[in-house]
């Protein structure tokens, strides 16, 4: 006997076992077809050579909450608890997917069904009179809870100590001390610097998360932190405390991956990853393309930059215009009032010749260069020449490559999904683009709060949550700091 998801395919054996157990009662095809593709709706079968039974439910995402649709099993196989494999099934799959409550319609006579519901940990709640057609029987309305887990998550890649605290999806606390201002007089991130201010930031920014989300370090269930990619230096930071919290409070302990938490925090803010997507996540240390089929198992990392990250080039190009760090939020201003058609600056990796291997890839150190000749030109001849006008072309030409690559791949892979992370997304011609572009192209455009964009603890924590409530056994204490841990390791085991 096998379960597996029901798809559209299996239309036909879905029908014939749907008309022989629910009879007068039963869904048109119309319905069911409506049904198995419709977002968020999961279904599966149960197969004993043919399909013998079925159920499915569908996910509220912004509620937190799941509706069991149907269940039915061919008349000949009752009495042998598969109802109760397929109920354990659903249950399963609303628990990963973040539901607190899962709720259930039963016909009142159904008095097996009933004991069976209660046995799994339902409640009537409710009932609805004259519910069933043409029968006018009555459903009992049931309800099953689901306390989910609490998670603390440790964010230290980078230049921004971040502890946030989830309960499965729903954030309840994001505090983040960051030393960006530290770094500015030496025009980007030192490591030996941001290390220096994680361990003097991390415990009062601990303290703050949990003051923020009214718990106490007791309560919580597990601890998240993001292993790499990042500075090494900084992430031990991170990691030592984690370590820290787990061992002295004796609670298991998640080593995450940084890049696949910054896709992930998206289920704080929708409630459930709509999948596949794909993630274009820039910031001042990555620029990274990745096919999210699934967030847990499958990431696929199609490109990154092979020299500057974007947020590096901003910052960068701010200091040849003479504006200070970070750069990105200086050329952006400056940028407002320039024409992005005054130079045209060169596009990185976007020739026919670059196809082959670099078709995802991004590169920004020409870009910077040409910037740079440019402005020094102007400046031997004795021109003048507009800041502005610099700014907003040097902008443009990041702005198209970025946004160029993540539509082909859209295209390539048949995803009609674009996610958005990391620091540069407060870029506003970016978001203004992106906006324009993929409602052009029919995609979905999803660009989490600010604050889940740039590097933050909450959605370390919120990638915690998911392996948590997926079942999936903590990490051992033996891991450590991989500052270039592949995106394919969701989670160092
Ligand atoms: O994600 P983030 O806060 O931190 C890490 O890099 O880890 O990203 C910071 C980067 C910096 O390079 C900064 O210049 C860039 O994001 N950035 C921007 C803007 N605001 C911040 N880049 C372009 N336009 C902006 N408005
Ligand atoms: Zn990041």
């Keep these: 006997m096998e379960i597996k998801k029901l798809t559209i395919e299996l239309l036909h054996e879905v029908m014939q076992l749907e008309n022989q157990v629910f009879e007068s009662e039963a869904w048109s095809e119309r319905n069911m077809t409506a049904e198995l593709s419709t977002q968020h709706s999961h279904y599966f079968g149960l197969f004993d050579q043919e399909l013998i039974g079925y159920a499915g439910l569908r996910l509220s995402p912004q509620d937190y909450a799941a509706d069991i649709q149907t269940i039915a099993i061919g008349k000949e196989h009752r009495g042998k608890g598969l109802g109760r494999t397929l109920m354990n099934r659903l249950i399963e799959v ?3 997917n973040g539901s607190e409550k899962i709720f259930l319609e039963v016909k009142q006579s159904n008095s097996a069904a009933i004991e069976l519901y209660k046995s799994l940990g339902f409640e009537q709640i409710d009932i609805r009179k004259n519910y069933y057609r043409p029968s006018g029987e009555n459903a009992l309305v049931m309800l099953k809870e689901i306390t989910q887990p609490l998670i603390l998550g440790i964010e230290s890649s980078c230049d921004e100590t971040g502890v946030g605290i989830v309960r499965g999806n729903r954030l309840l606390a994001n505090a983040l001390h960051s030393s960006m201002d530290e770094h500015a007089k030496y025009g980007g991130v030192v490591p030996e610097v941001a290390a220096r201010a994680h361990l003097e930031a991390i415990e009062p920014t601990l303290n703050q998360a949990l003051a923020q989300a009214g718990v106490e370090l007791d309560e919580i269930d597990a601890i998240a932190v993001a292993n790499g990619p990042g500075l090494a230096g900084a992430l031990m930071v991170g990691i030592g405390a984690a370590k820290g919290l787990a061992v002295g409070s004796d609670k298991p ?3 995450v991956n940084h890049l696949v938490a910054h896709v992930g925090a998206d289920v704080l803010e929708r409630g459930a990853v709509e999948l596949p997507t794909i993630a274009l996540l820039v910031s001042g240390g990555h620029t990274s393309l990745l096919l999210v089929r699934d967030l847990l198992d499958d990431v696929e990392l199609l490109g990154e930059t092979i020299d500057d990250a974007a947020g590096e080039a901003f910052d960068k190009v701010a200091r040849v215009l003479g504006l200070p760090y970070p750069g990105g939020p200086e050329i952006d201003k400056a940028a407002e009032s320039g024409d992005p058609a005054a130079i045209r600056f060169p596009r990185g990796l976007m020739l026919p010749k670059d196809m082959e291997r670099n078709k995802y890839n991004f590169s920004f150190s020409g870009l910077k260069t040409a910037v740079a000749r440019w402005v020094e030109k102007c ?5 003048s020449y ?3 006008d610099v700014a907003a072309s040097f902008r443009e030409a990041v702005i198209d490559v970025l946004l160029t690559k993540a539509l082909w791949a859209c295209e390539e892979f048949g995803v009609p999904r674009l996610l958005l992370g990391g620091g540069v997304v407060a870029n506003a011609r970016l978001r203004q683009e992106a906006v324009r572009r993929c ?3 029919g995609i979905e455009l999803r660009i989490p709060r600010f604050s889940l964009c740039t590097d933050n603890g909450a959605m370390i924590a919120a990638l915690g949550a998911q392996l948590v409530m997926s079942g999936r056994a903590p990490s051992s204490l033996g891991f450590g700091a ?12």
């Design 379 to 383: 400046e031997e001849a004795n021109e």
């Design 439 to 441: 409602s052009e192209a």
């Design 94 to 96: 609303a628990r990963a």
């Design 386 to 388: 507009s800041t502005a």
């Design 482 to 493: 991989e500052s270039t841990l592949p995106v394919t390791v969701v989670q160092t085991p």
């Design 253 to 255: 302990i998640y080593a």
